[in-house]
C-alpha cells in the first residue's frame, strides 16, 4: 500500500479510454467519491505474435472487430475492485451533475503473483507485447531458474530434456533433496525465498497438491519452450533480435523506433 497508490479524478462523463496496463501484477481499485462503471476484458487470443503495442488508451475502439467487454461493475464509495495483469479496462464517472468528481485508488500487488493465470493463458501472453514485461518471468519460472534457450525447442524435445537427467533436468533433481519425484514448498523455500517457492509452484503445480511432480514440470516447462519457439518462429527474421533482447540491460521493445514497430504489426495482422 505504500509504494504503488495512484489517485484518479474524473468530472462527469470522464474516465479511461480502454488501454491494458504494461506492468505484471494484479490491480485493486478503491472507490472514495462518486460513482465509477469499469468495463474489463481479458486481452485476446494472438495467432501471431506482436513487438508492437495493440492495447494503448483507445486502440480497440479502432478495430473492425468491435470490443466486446466481459464484465461490468459500477463502484460507489467504500466498494473495490481486483482484477489480474492482462485485463484491457475502461472506467467512466456515471454520476450526474456538473460539479460530480469521481475519485479513486489504485493499487499493485506482486504476492501473489497471477502465475496460474500466466500458465493458463501462455500462449497469448508470450504473443502480446504489451505484458512483455513478464516474458523473462515465464522462462525463470519454466525452467526453475535454470538454464534455457530463449529461442524455445519443439514442444516433444523440451518435454523430454525436462524428463531426462541433465541440462533442465538435473535442475528440478537438483531441488527435489528427498528424490520422490516432487518438489515441495519446502525445498523450493529453502534456495528461493518463500515468495518465489509460491510462484514456482503455482506456476507448474497442475492439479493443485500444492507441489510439482516431475510430470508436471516436464509438461509445463514443454509448454513455456514450445510456445516460445513458435513465436521465434513465426516472427519475421530481422525482427527477431528484439524478442531476444527485450528486457535485457536496458534495453525495451516499448521504445523500438516507429517505423520498427509499424513493420511488426503489418507483418502480425
Known amino acids: 500500500f505504500n509504494t504503488t497508490p495512484e489517485f484518479w479524478f474524473a468530472g462527469r462523463g470522464a474516465g479511461a479510454k480502454a488501454h491494458?496496463?504494461?506492468?505484471?501484477?494484479?490491480?485493486?481499485?478503491i472507490q472514495l467519491a462518486g460513482?465509477?462503471?469499469?468495463?474489463?476484458?481479458?486481452?485476446?487470443?494472438?495467432?501471431a505474435p506482436f513487438l508492437t503495442m495493440i492495447y494503448k488508451d483507445g486502440d480497440v475502439y479502432e478495430r473492425k472487430e468491435r470490443w466486446r467487454p466481459q464484465f461490468s461493475f459500477t463502484l460507489?464509495?467504500?466498494?473495490?475492485?481486483?482484477?489480474?495483469?492482462?485485463?484491457?479496462?475502461?472506467?467512466?464517472?456515471?454520476?450526474?451533475g456538473e460539479s460530480s468528481c469521481s475519485a479513486s485508488v489504485t493499487f499493485q500487488f506482486s504476492k501473489p503473483m497471477a502465475v496460474r493465470m500466466y500458465r493458463r493463458f501462455l500462449p497469448r501472453v508470450r504473443r502480446t507485447a504489451d505484458i512483455h514485461e513478464v516474458w523473462p518471468n515465464l522462462q525463470e519460472w519454466a525452467s526453475l531458474h535454470g538454464r534455457a534457450d530463449k529461442k524455445g525447442m519443439p514442444y516433444s524435445e523440451a518435454k523430454a530434456a525436462a524428463l531426462g537427467s541433465s541440462?533442465?533436468?538435473?535442475?528440478?533433481?537438483?531441488?527435489d533433496q528427498d528424490g520422490d519425484g516432487f518438489l515441495s514448498?519446502?525445498?523450493?523455500?529453502?534456495?528461493?525465498?518463500?515468495e518465489e517457492?509460491?510462484?514456482l509452484v503455482g506456476f507448474h503445480d497442475l492439479d493443485g497438491d500444492g507441489q510439482v511432480a516431475r510430470e508436471e514440470f516436464g509438461e509445463v516447462f514443454g509448454l513455456w519452450a514450445g510456445t516460445a519457439k513458435?513465436?521465434?518462429?513465426?516472427?519475421?527474421k530481422k525482427q527477431r533480435k528484439y524478442q531476444m533482447k527485450d528486457m535485457e540491460?536496458?534495453?525495451?521493445?516499448?521504445?523500438?523506433?516507429?517505423?520498427?514497430?509499424?513493420?511488426?504489426?503489418e507483418s502480425s495482422q
Open 76 to 96: 460507489r464509495p467504500g466498494e473495490a475492485l481486483f482484477f489480474p495483469p492482462g485485463f484491457v479496462h475502461e472506467t467512466l464517472n456515471v454520476d450526474e
Open 230 to 236: 513458435i513465436v521465434m518462429d513465426d516472427t519475421p
Open 249 to 265: 540491460g536496458d534495453f525495451n521493445i516499448e521504445d523500438l523506433p516507429g517505423k520498427v514497430t509499424a513493420q511488426s504489426l
Open 167 to 175: 541440462g533442465v533436468g538435473a535442475t528440478f533433481r537438483k531441488y
Open 35 to 47: 460513482t465509477k462503471r469499469w468495463r474489463l476484458s481479458m486481452m485476446g487470443p494472438r495467432l
Open 197 to 199: 517457492a509460491l510462484n
Open 20 to 29: 491494458m496496463d504494461t506492468h505484471i501484477q494484479a490491480t485493486m481499485s
Open 185 to 194: 514448498m519446502a525445498e523450493l523455500t529453502t534456495p528461493f525465498g518463500e
